[in-house]
């Protein structure tokens, strides 16, 4: 009467499975001490980031981006010895490289009119120097938020032993 019973792995009783998400739809849980989830809050109740989802998903993405741009060898070098890279531009600043290719720059193609652009700028701008003074007001601000949880934290810390009210 009991001859079949499964053994090991087999013998777990099957739950249903649900049915299988787009992979588009799928989802992940993360783990978060409270510290990392505070950090997270702070950066959503500033404003900076709409929910945590959110907040996450830019991580995860500027993560995976760097990740993969670190691991790709140097981009082919064409014939004319320039190396095409990807450029994001807005709808607005695209249609004023497009005027300025049509009017200035005597029809020419897009990209080289951003090529243009971008050596003048380097000399002009000193776009290494922009990019240290970009790079310190992040480390600022980082740090500012930083200190914002933590004076947070101390606020609630006073309120919770009723020291302050609000």
């Known amino acids: 009467m009991f001859d079949n019973v499964p053994t090991g792995k087999e ?13 588009e739809e799928a ?13 997270v809050d702070s950066f959503v109740s500033s ?3 709409g929910t945590r989802s959110e907040l996450m998903r ?9 990740r993969t741009m670190s691991g790709t060898t140097a981009p082919p070098i064409d014939a004319e010895g320039f190396v095409e890279v990807p450029i994001r531009l807005k709808p607005e600043e695209c249609a004023a490289a497009e005027a300025y290719a049509r ?16 050596r003048y700028g380097e000399k002009q ?14 480390r600022d601000a980082a740090e500012t938020r930083s200190q914002v949880g933590a004076l ?6 006073l309120e919770r032993k009723g020291v302050v009210g609000r």
């Open 47 to 49: 404003g900076e980031f």
């Open 125 to 138: 701008l000193q776009v290494k120097e922009l990019a240290e003074r970009a790079r310190e007001h992040a």
């Open 11 to 23: 013998a777990r009783p099957r739950e249903p499975e649900a049915p299988r998400r787009d992979p």
């Open 152 to 157: 947070s934290e101390s606020a609630r810390d």
């Open 58 to 66: 830019a991580a995860l993405h500027a993560f995976l981006r760097s």
């Open 103 to 118: 009017h200035i720059g005597n029809r020419q193609e897009l990209r080289d009119i951003l090529a243009l652009i971008f």
């Open 27 to 39: 989802r992940i849980a993360l783990r978060c001490t409270l510290k990392e989830l505070r950090l």
